[in-house]
C-alpha cells in the first residue's frame, strides 16, 4: 500500500537488479528445492536482503519532519515506506524445479530456445491427406498416433490414419476429421474437401524459438509453470520466500487454548501477523514471548534471528514504561523508532539487525493494537516482502470508490478506515464498518477494505472518491 502513487519509482530500481542465473538447466546443488537456510548463504551484489549497517536505517529514520515540520514529529507516510523500499533488496536468485517454484517471481526472463508445439501436428482424430487430392474412395496406407514418429508418408490420393497430437505425416497438408469421413476397411471417403493447413497445429504457432515468454518479476503460477514444462524446463531461477519469524511481546499475554489469567488477554497478533505473511506466499516462523522483560525478549529474539529473513515484532515500541522491544531491537542492530503520520500505527520501529555474520535482514516493530499491526503489515512490511520476493506488484490493488457515510481523519496522518463495498450503478460505494479503535479486530473482520484518507484532509464528505486497498486477493 502507497498512499502517495509512487510505486514507480520503487519499480525502477527493481531493474537494477541482476539477473544473471540461468533460466533452464539443472540446480546449483542437488537439495537446492528444499534447504532455504543454505539458498541464502552467497547473496550477489546486488541483491540480498539489505544494504551494509548504518546506510540502511539511515534511509528510514533520516526521513525526519521536512513534510510536516518539526511541530507535528511525524515522518509522513510515503516518505516512511518510501525509505524502507529503498533499504530493501530482493533475495539472491536460486534455481527451484518447477512445483517448489509455483508462486516464486522469476529472476530472469525466459526466452523460448525451441518451437512450442515443436512440430506440426493434427488438432484431431482423422486422416491426413493432400487437400486437394481427395475425391473418391482413399486407400488408408497407415496410422499414426500420438507420440510416433512420423514415417509413413501421404501419397495424393492416399490418406494416414491420425490421432490428435500425432505428427502431421509428410506429404499430408490437411486433417479431416473421423466425423467427415465414411470408412470402409482400409480406405475412406472425404464428404468434403478441405482446405490446406485444415485441423494442423502448426510448429511454434504458440511460442516461436528465441520469442521472450516470461519477463523477470512474473510471479509463476499454473499457466506460466505449465509453459515452462511445455519448453522442457525441469528447473527455474527465481527469487527465494523469505522466511518471516513472527514475535508478539507483552506481558499480558495469553496462548489461545490455555487458561487466561486474570488481567492478560490472548495474543491475537502472532496469528494475523503470521497469516498475512503466509498470504505473501512467505515462509513463516510464529513465537509468542509473554513478556516485557529486556532480557527474555533480547534472548528470544536473538534465536530466532538465524531462521528469518525478516522479523516482525509486536508491542512495545509505544511510550510506555515497559515498551522495552524498541530498546531490544535497538540494541540488537541499526533500527530506530519513528512516529509515521498514519492512523492507525503511529508508533513504527524499522531498521535492520544482523541475523548471521555478514547478513542482514529488515526488521519491523511494529505497535501491538490488533488493527494497527494488520495495517502497518500491509502499509510497510507486505511491499517489504515483495521486494524481497523480486516482486514488481508491492502491494494488494487498490480501487476507487465512492463514500456513502463521511470519513473523519485527523491532521497530518493518513487515515485507513475499515470499510465494506457493494457495487452500485456500476461504481463501487465505501461505507465504514462501524467502530474503527485500533484494538476493534471486529470491524476488521467485517472490512473489504481500508479507505484511505490523505493526510492532508481532516474529513472526505458522502459522495466523494476515496481510494481503497481491497484486503482480499493478489
Ligand atoms: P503496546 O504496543 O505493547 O503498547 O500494546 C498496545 C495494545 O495492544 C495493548 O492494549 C496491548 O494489550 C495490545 N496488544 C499488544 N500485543 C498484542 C497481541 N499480541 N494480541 C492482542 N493484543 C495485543
Ligand atoms: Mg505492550
Redesign the pocket.
Known amino acids: 500500500m502507497v498512499s502517495q502513487p509512487q510505486g514507480g519509482a520503487a519499480d525502477d530500481r527493481f531493474d537494477e537488479v541482476h539477473h544473471d542465473a540461468s533460466a533452464h538447466g539443472p540446480p546449483d546443488a542437488a537439495e537446492a528445492g528444499t534447504d532455504t537456510a543454505d539458498r541464502r548463504a552467497a547473496p550477489a551484489d546486488d541483491v540480498g536482503p539489505g544494504p551494509p549497517p548504518g546506510e540502511a536505517s539511515a534511509a528510514a529514520a533520516d526521513q525526519t519532519d521536512h513534510d510536516h515540520g518539526p511541530a507535528s514529529g511525524l515522518v509522513a507516510l510515503s516518505d516512511h515506506l518510501q525509505g524502507i523500499i529503498d533499504a530493501v533488496r530482493p533475495l539472491a536468485p536460486i534455481q527451484l524445479s518447477l512445483l517448489d517454484a509455483s508462486g516464486c517471481a522469476l529472476a530472469t526472463d525466459v526466452v523460448a530456445h525451441s518451437d512450442v508445439p515443436p512440430f506440426d501436428n493434427s488438432a484431431m482424430d482423422g486422416y491426413a491427406v493432400v487437400a486437394d487430392a481427395v475425391d473418391g474412395w482413399l486407400p488408408v496406407s497407415g496410422e499414426i498416433a500420438a507420440g510416433d514418429d512420423a514415417t509413413v508418408p501421404v501419397e495424393p490420393g492416399t490418406a494416414v490414419r491420425i490421432m490428435t497430437g500425432a505428427v502431421v505425416p509428410v506429404g499430408a497438408n490437411a486433417i479431416v476429421p473421423v466425423e467427415q469421413v465414411e470408412e470402409d476397411e482400409a480406405r475412406i471417403r472425404v464428404r468434403r474437401a478441405p482446405q490446406p493447413g485444415a485441423h494442423i497445429r502448426g510448429a511454434g504457432e504458440s511460442v516461436r524459438e528465441g520469442e521472450t515468454v516470461l519477463v523477470a518479476g512474473t510471479v509463476l503460477d499454473a499457466a506460466s509453470i505449465g509453459m515452462l514444462a511445455a519448453l522442457g524446463h525441469s528447473y527455474v531461477s527465481v527469487y527465494p520466500q523469505p522466511r518471516v519469524v513472527v514475535v ?1 511481546t ?1 506481558e ?2 495469553a496462548d489461545p487454548g490455555t487458561e487466561r489469567p486474570p488481567g492478560a ?1 490472548y ?4 496469528y494475523v501477523l503470521t497469516v498475512l505473511a503466509r498470504d505473501t506466499g512467505a515462509q513463516t516462523v510464529r513465537r509468542m514471548i509473554a513478556s516485557d522483560d529486556k532480557v527474555r525478549l533480547r534472548e528470544t529474539i536473538e534465536e530466532l534471528l538465524p531462521h528469518a529473513d525478516v522479523l516482525v515484532t ?5 511510550a ?1 514504561r515497559y ?1 522495552l522491544v524498541k530498546v531490544v531491537l535497538a540494541e540488537l542492530g541499526d533500527v530506530r523508532f519513528n512516529k509515521v503520520g498514519m492512523r492507525p500505527g503511529m508508533p513504527q520501529a524499522f531498521g535492520f539487525i544482523e541475523a548471521d555474520p555478514d547478513r542482514f535482514i529488515p526488521c519491523f516493530g511494529l ?4 488493527v494497527s499491526a494488520y495495517v502497518s503489515f500491509e502499509v510497510f512490511v507486505r511491499p517489504t516482502i515483495r521486494r524481497m520476493q523480486g516482486r514488481r506488484d508491492l502491494s494488494r490493488p487498490r480501487i476507487s470508490a465512492t463514500l456513502e457515510a463521511p470519513l473523519d481523519s485527523i491532521a497530518d496522518k493518513v487515515e485507513f478506515t475499515r470499510v465494506t463495498l457493494r457495487r452500485r450503478d456500476g461504481e463501487w460505494q465505501a461505507r465504514p464498518t462501524g467502530d474503527q479503535g485500533s ?1 476493534i479486530l471486529r470491524s476488521l473482520v467485517e472490512a473489504d477494505g481500508l479507505a484511505e484518507v490523505p493526510a492532508d484532509r481532516d474529513r472526505l464528505d458522502v459522495g466523494e472518491r476515496v481510494v481503497v486497498h481491497l484486503l482480499r486477493g493478489a
Not at 495474543?267 to 502472532?270: F, K, P
Not at 505497535?367 to 490488533?370: A, K, L, V, Y
Request: hydrophobic fraction near 15%; charged fraction near 15%.
Open positions: 508478539s507483552g499480558e499475554l488477554i495474543d491475537t497478533n502472532s509486536s508491542g512495545g515500541v509505544s510506555g515498551d505497535p501491538g493494537n490488533p484494538g
